[in-house]
């Protein structure tokens, strides 16, 4: 036969059961008042620990749900003070809504749209920051992807009308040998990028843009036989590789500065060739040894 033992305390004991039954007597707010004592916990150290307001447990402890906010609120605040407590969070949940149901407490604001979560899964504030942190090394990627790939103009000083243009000087002829082999002057013209990051413009005559980019090293370009008065705008003359008709010429120049308006047709590559060398032979028979280069005259002047 089962025997009652009541205790001190007006709680009773059934077959050696705890006195949980009490307990389940109470209403959710008691229940956590006396779980928060026992464990000799101040309010205060529960709102730090919850980050609930100390005002909005006084109103659940005493059970005086209407001063939350809403209903969603007086459930899910009670539920994160149990779990903090350690008590079942579903008994205290389901006692909230039992105490709201049998007081049928009515709330001033619009009830919320969800219940308030376990405010400990609200993200850190070192998690906030490194979601910046990321979003601003996001923006900056894609900047620099937008600059290299869709705007390549800007690679270059951009020039105005009102700024001079560098003059091109030709290379010494003696690092300006000529091929042993002369290109076919109706050949095909090839310029390929010894650098990377070398922007340059290929237009026409009429200034019809024929090809842009910011090369990379080892990309080439290959002038339109059909294209009339072929020219370039550059920035780096030196750092292109031109061939006619497979055969190796040479460069536009051996300094980097701007070129602009600069013939390079196949004809126009190879007259270039013809008048550095004649310009070297003129300067080596000279009596006196000096030569246009030292007189500063330029001995093409379509550069």
Do not use: C
């Not at 059961?17 to 707010?29: I, K, Y």
């Not at 020039?159 to 095909?188: H, K, S």
């Amino acid at each position: 036969m089962v025997q009652d033992v009541h205790d001190a305390d007006g709680t009773w004991d059934e077959g050696g059961e705890a006195s949980d039954a009490a307990h389940r007597q109470l209403g959710a707010g008691e229940t956590l008042r006396q779980e928060r004592e026992r464990q000799g916990l101040e309010l205060s150290q529960v709102a730090a620990e919850t980050r609930i307001p100390e005002r909005h447990l006084v109103a659940i402890e005493n059970g005086d749900f209407a001063a939350l906010p809403a209903r969603t609120y007086a459930v899910g605040f009670s539920r994160t003070y149990a779990k903090m407590l350690g008590l079942d969070e579903k008994d205290i949940t389901a006692k909230v809504r039992e105490d709201l149901s049998v007081s049928s407490t009515s709330f001033n604001e619009h009830p919320a749209k969800f219940e308030p979560g376990d405010p400990a899964r609200v993200p850190s504030r070192s998690l906030a920051w490194v979601g910046i942190i990321a979003a601003v090394l996001l923006l900056g990627g894609i900047f620099a992807f937008y600059r290299s790939y869709f705007a390549p103009g800007m690679g270059p000083a951009p020039i105005t009308e009102d700024e001079p243009v560098a003059a091109a000087t030709t290379a010494p002829a003696a690092a300006q040998a000529a091929a042993v082999n002369t290109p076919d002057p109706n050949g095909e013209v090839v310029f390929t990028a010894l650098e990377d990051g070398v922007w340059a413009r290929f237009y026409d005559a009429s200034g019809e843009r024929l090809f842009e980019a910011e090369m990379s090293k080892g990309e080439t370009y290959a002038l339109p036989r059909d294209a009339e008065g072929p020219q370039i705008w550059t920035g780096r003359p030196d750092a292109f590789a031109i061939t006619i008709a497979g055969e190796s010429v040479p460069k536009l120049a051996e300094d980097d500065f701007i070129m602009r308006d600069q013939p390079i047709s196949a004809a126009a590559l190879l007259a270039r060739e013809d008048t550095d060398a004649a310009a070297a032979n003129g300067a080596a028979a000279s009596p006196n040894g000096i030569s246009n280069a030292a007189t500063g005259e330029n001995a093409n002047p379509a550069l």
